[in-house]
């Protein structure tokens, strides 16, 4: 089992930046992938990033050149670093590992004002 906690939503005007953390415990070893989603009223849940156990990463076009998703090995943390923030990226985010099961986090509540 892999448990993940999110930190670091809230509130801030466009063009503000935020970082958000996902800090996993329990059996990370098998863990191959890690990502952020995010979901906005009314709309599906969509990938924002994601970062291999090789430290290769990925992003929507939506977000880059924006968001920068990271991790610290020692701290079995995954981070996204969000800047030039948008109206539009308001959403609820979420944290995302996959291994041999897909462990998901609680969601954290990102609002951008214009």
């Known amino acids: 089992q892999v448990q993940l906690v999110e930190s670091g939503g809230g509130l801030v005007q466009a063009g503000g930046s935020l970082r958000l953390s996902c800090a996993a415990s329990g059996s990370i070893f098998s863990i191959i992938l890690m990502g952020w989603y995010r979901q906005a009223p009314g709309k599906q849940r969509e990938l924002v990033a994601f970062?291999?156990?090789?430290?290769?990463?990925n992003y929507a076009d939506s977000v880059k050149g924006r968001f920068t998703i990271s991790r610290d090995s020692a701290k079995n943390t995954v981070y996204l670093q969000m800047s030039s923030l948008k109206p539009e990226d308001t959403a609820v985010y979420y944290c995302k590992f996959t291994g041999a099961n897909n462990y998901w986090g609680q969601g954290t509540q990102v609002t951008v004002s214009s």
């Open positions: 970062i291999t156990s090789g430290g290769n990463t």
